[in-house]
């Protein structure tokens, strides 16, 4: 059934903590995660419909900008045989169309022109977003593999590679490298300004992933240039329409992300007490950002009022960090009054995890319910969690799958000897490259099956339409994916997930199931 969509609203504020988790949630690890405590405010909880506030819009100074030189970086790169990308499935509505990264560049034509900004006989200028992490080292964090210098050697590889077979109808990528730092808010329109403003571009890719709501609006509903973002957070259904086709995303959209994530603890009968079979007593930890709460009401409230269940009570955190910490007391306090025995994790991992160890501490061990809306279905998220802590995710990712001896897959494999041909790297699927090339094969992939798809007189608006026209494909990183005309964010099929205590990972469990929503 068609689940109700929700009106549009402004832009919320994310914290430095909060943004960081965009960039890992490719598969990254992180070590030694630090989380300290504040006590003292009390907080808003809801038991009943609640208000829906409007944020507010920042502005900043620009962010840093290198141009890339589509001559530069690895050469050598080996493609596999074969042409229309791998070959994936067909989804309802869609087909695999269109040559992809992995297949290589499409045939030159003559009398190319110079059909769009960014666009000229010869080139297709293209900006690639990079988060920097370095303002965080003195915070303790660190991600090796995921510097400036390595996102953008990891776009080269794959750029390059589709250069040195004649790049897309003859016209070569030129990439244009513009950094920004997660942990400030205001560089991320910066980041947009830079990119638009200062070059020619066509298109942009955020390739490092912590782009925020801001920054996607000043790309493609400021600056009509086209965006494919990995839209972690569960993007609501207003931004897709504010930015007019022109945002495309990898992970599925809040509403449909939450919605599946009902659908497929209700079919596989975790939402019921494995000993009494009766309707577990549901909790919600959601922070109150807005389009946060009312994304949740009507995709996870409604649907698992659809299927009968009940939420007991929900908690909204702050969106301040501080305060918000400083609220986990009486959220645990609360939710334990209230004989709540199963709770969804819908906060970011800081938050999250300060509830859990709280609990923990207060001999309160409910069963959790994890997905990739906050997102809590990468490792980094349950790193610091407590050998009680008991825990369901449900996922699109291919998270954890090495662990449990999974084959590599065709599509991830192929990136991989891409990328090993062109460094003399080979990584393991474990090894934070390993997540990091991946994703960045991923998105040179759908941008070159994008334009391939509009043919030789290349414009942003044929662009747009050649994304939607992609269908089902196989895509790193991820169980399912499609583009389809109305449907902008990718991914699509599901698994559930199992929290391990002896690696504080995650396992995934059984195969991927196509979603209802």
């Known amino acids: 059934m068609k689940l109700p969509e929700r009106p549009a609203l402004g832009f919320r504020s994310r914290s430095a903590t909060y943004t960081l988790i965009i960039g890992v949630v490719t598969g990254m690890l992180v070590a030694g995660l630090a989380i300290p405590f504040i006590f003292g405010t009390s907080l808003t909880t809801v038991t009943t419909a609640a208000p829906n506030p409007i944020g507010g819009a920042t502005a900043g100074s620009r962010a840093s900008v290198a141009s890339g030189d589509a001559a530069a970086g690895a050469t050598g790169a ?6 229309g990308g791998v070959a994936g499935g067909t989804g309802e509505g869609g087909t695999t169309t269109g040559s992809g990264a992995l297949a290589g560049g499409t045939s030159a034509v003559a009398g190319l022109t110079a059909s769009d900004r960014g666009v000229t006989a010869t ?38 590679n589709i250069n040195a077979q004649g790049g897309v ?27 638009t ?106 649907t698992l009022e659809q299927y009968g269940y009940e939420v007991v009570h929900r908690i909204e955190f702050s969106m301040d960090d501080g305060i918000a910490a400083s609220q986990v007391p009486v959220a645990v306090n609360e939710m334990r009054t209230r004989n709540v025995d199963a709770v969804f994790v819908l906060t970011d991992f800081i938050i999250g995890t300060q509830f859990v160890q709280q609990a923990d501490r207060s001999a309160y ?33 291919r998270t954890g799958e090495w662990r449990v001896g999974m084959a590599e897959p065709a599509v991830d494999a192929a990136c991989r000897q891409i990328y090993a041909a062109a460094t003399g790297n080979d990584p393991q699927r474990s090894d934070n490259t390993y997540g990091g090339m991946d994703s960045a ?34 895509y790193p990183l991820y169980g399912g994916f499609s583009y389809m005309p109305g449907k902008t964010d990718g991914a699509d099929r599901i698994r559930t997930l199992a929290f391990d205590s002896s690696c504080s990972c995650w396992i995934p469990q059984g195969d991927f199931v196509d979603p209802r929503y």
Request: charged share 10%; proline share 5%; glycine share 12%.
């Open 365 to 397: 061990r409910p069963l959790y319910y994890a997905s990739d809306f906050g997102p809590m279905t990468n490792d980094i998220a349950v790193t610091a969690m407590p050998s009680t802590f008991q825990a369901v995710g449900v996922t699109t990712a």
């Open 169 to 195: 109808y003859g016209r070569q990528i030129v990439p244009v490298f513009v950094s920004y730092d997660p942990t400030n808010q205001a560089t991320s329109q910066a980041a947009c300004l830079a990119a």
């Open 78 to 83: 080996a493609t596999p045989t074969g042409t």
């Open 441 to 474: 094969c991923g998105f040179i992939d759908l941008l070159v099956r994008g334009t391939t798809n509009a043919g030789p007189e290349l414009t942003r608006a044929k662009y747009v339409e050649g994304l939607q026209q992609i269908g089902s494909i196989e």
């Open 197 to 302: 403003q200062d070059h020619e571009i066509f298109a942009a890719v955020d390739s490092g992933g912590g782009l925020n709501e801001q920054g996607m609006l000043c790309f493609t509903n400021q600056n009509h240039t086209p965006l494919i973002a990995l839209g972690s957070f569960g993007t609501p259904p207003s931004w897709y329409q504010q930015s007019g086709g022109y945002l495309s995303t990898i992970n599925a959209s809040g509403l449909r992300s939450l919605a599946n994530l009902a659908y497929l603890l209700d079919a596989q009968g975790l939402l019921k007490h494995p000993t009494t079979g009766q309707n577990r007593r549901i909790g919600i930890l959601v922070r109150d950002f807005p389009g946060t709460v009312q994304t949740v009401k009507d995709g996870l409230i409604a």
């Open 123 to 160: 080139t297709i200028t293209i900006a690639f977003l990079l988060v920097d992490l370095g303002s965080l080292s003195q915070l303790g964090f660190g991600v090796p593999g995921f510097n400036v210098d390595d996102q953008a050697a990891y776009i080269r590889v794959f750029v390059d």
